[in-house]
């Protein structure tokens, strides 16, 4: 990936000390300025290059669009649900988190939920507290043979897993993307939410907060369930239906819940903290020592890697290309070190490293490949994209095609000796590659060398070496 420069970055909440300092010593401009208010936030935003929150902040687009300054979005945590990633994508700013910095912080609360689930524990130490020596109130039952539904299977899911497999639990799950092999490889099943509500004893979330997850668990999943169904969010407020859960403990459908995140942080509806059978926290997933300062020091680490053009990790706004490319009007873009990436992976780096190359250059139209994809839908240009296994494709050559108004134009190019160029055009195979730089034109005729004399003109200064050497065959023949 080309660096992107990065001078100063806004800290708007609470980090760990490793994050200032990791920017600092690379030179990054650090300002700290918790606790601000939207409109102070929007009016300090248009001085810096990048923003880094936690969950607190609310980035919104009217906080984006404030600014043509803004280059990044760090958020040091997991999940985006608080920047409008939609809009960061539109105006160009890259989005990223940290996915694996509290993975085990909230994959041992979890695990702390379900246990405290399983016996009772708060409310026992309530009783306790209280003056009561209530053995027969707080009767618990094992963990031991019971059957775990982990709705979510990726690094926090996983890691529920192997914990509570060793308690004995048989562990089953759910996941839209993580292979059944893979997850089978560490211990879990998978099957669809139909045959997995009925079968779990325990149920816990770890899946993003989207229009596909609101409400994952309703009145009708907890219908499927099994009497008195005991369920954990530590995910994100909204994945269970809070109304439906009320009604589920209500009526005995669910036995118990362990909840860390609410549809509204601090909830002001106090039902479900309130409720005998509702173990709750403030939303501590993240919270331990560990966590924080692995999340600040990583969002720091990527910034800085970003800045200097090695990686890009955590990225959500857009995938972002790793290293540079093929360009000239259909700006095609490939993996450099096509030896050790897989061609197949690239292709929607390419795709929009192409599209860049079609929009640049309109009017009012400013691509980048964070936002060029949005742009190319609203200018209502139709993208298709696909992988050959073929011999070619595995000599790393690329192949864009464009069509216009019922014509078709064809390019192909690759990288060779770590220059981009322009193998073929329009079925016409150049002799030599063409080094894609600056301004070039191409001109499509028959093998006529009167003609090439005739287009480029008898001035002095005109020299006609390089345009000779592009000569193609097959055909027609391209100058």
């Known amino acids: 990936m080309a660096p992107i420069t990065i001078r100063s970055v806004l800290i708007s909440e609470s980090v760990d000390p490793r994050c200032r300092a990791v920017l600092e010593e690379n030179g990054i401009r650090v300002t700290e300025r918790p606790n601000m208010k939207t409109e102070e936030l929007m009016a300090e935003i248009q001085n810096y290059d990048g923003l880094v929150v936690r969950s607190a902040t609310k980035v919104t687009a009217d906080i984006i669009n404030a600014t043509d300054n803004l280059k990044i979005i760090g958020r040091a945590g997991t999940g985006v649900d608080n920047v409008d990633v939609d809009a960061a994508t539109k105006k160009g700013v890259i989005v990223m988190n940290t996915p694996s910095g509290n993975t085990i912080s909230a994959a041992e609360l979890t695990c702390i939920m ?36 982990i709705v979510g299977l990726g690094r926090i899911g996983k890691e529920v897993a192997s914990r509570m497999q060793s308690f004995g639990m048989k562990t089953i799950g759910y996941d839209p993307i993580t292979p059944p092999e893979v997850s089978a ?45 005991k369920v954990v969010n530590c995910a994100r407020g909204g994945i ?78 857009q995938t972002v290309v790793l290293s540079a490319a093929l360009w000239g009007k ?30 640049d250059g309109e009017s009012g139209c400013c691509p980048n490949l964070i936002n060029v994809l949005s742009l190319a839908k609203e200018c209502g240009i ?6 050959s296994a073929s011999n070619v494709a595995a000599e790393g050559l690329c192949q864009v095609e464009v069509g216009v108004n019922g014509c078709s134009y064809k390019a192909i190019g690759s990288v060779r000796g770590g220059v981009p160029v322009l193998l073929e055009l329009s079925d016409s195979v150049f002799r030599q590659p063409v080094t894609l730089n600056g301004n070039l034109l191409f001109f499509k005729a028959s093998a006529d060398p009167q003609l090439l004399t005739s287009v480029i003109g ?17 055909k027609g023949d391209l100058k």
């Open 458 to 474: 008898k001035r002095p200064h005109v020299s006609n070496s390089r345009l000779w050497q592009k000569w193609g065959t097959k």
């Open 185 to 229: 490889s560490w211990g879990v099943e998978q099957m669809s939410l139909e045959k997995l509500w009925p079968q779990c004893d325990y149920i816990t979330v770890h899946t993003p907060l989207m229009p596909s997850t609101v409400g994952l668990l309703s009145d009708e999943t907890f219908a499927l369930c099994k009497r008195g169904v």
């Open 382 to 387: 139709m993208v298709n994209q696909s992988h």
């Open 114 to 149: 379900l246990m405290n689930l399983s016996r009772n524990v708060p409310q026992a130490t309530m009783s306790m507290k209280q003056g009561n020596w209530d053995r027969k109130k707080f009767m618990g039952s094992e963990l031991f043979g019971k059957v775990l539904g």
């Open 330 to 359: 259909f700006e095609m873009m490939l993996i450099n070190e096509i030896k050790k990436y897989s061609m197949k992976t690239s292709t929607g780096f390419m795709t929009s490293a192409v599209l860049v190359g079609l929009l």
């Open 240 to 317: 269970i239906d809070e109304a439906a859960l009320l009604r589920a403990l209500e009526s005995g459908q669910c036995g118990g819940a362990g909840l860390d995140v609410f549809v509204e942080e601090p909830p002001k509806d106090r039902s479900l903290v309130n409720h005998p059978n509702v173990i709750s926290c403030p939303h501590l997933g993240a919270s331990t020592k560990e966590a924080q300062a692995r999340c600040g020091e990583d969002i720091a680490l990527q910034i800085v890697d970003m800045v200097k053009g090695k990686n890009l990790i955590g990225a959500v706004s």
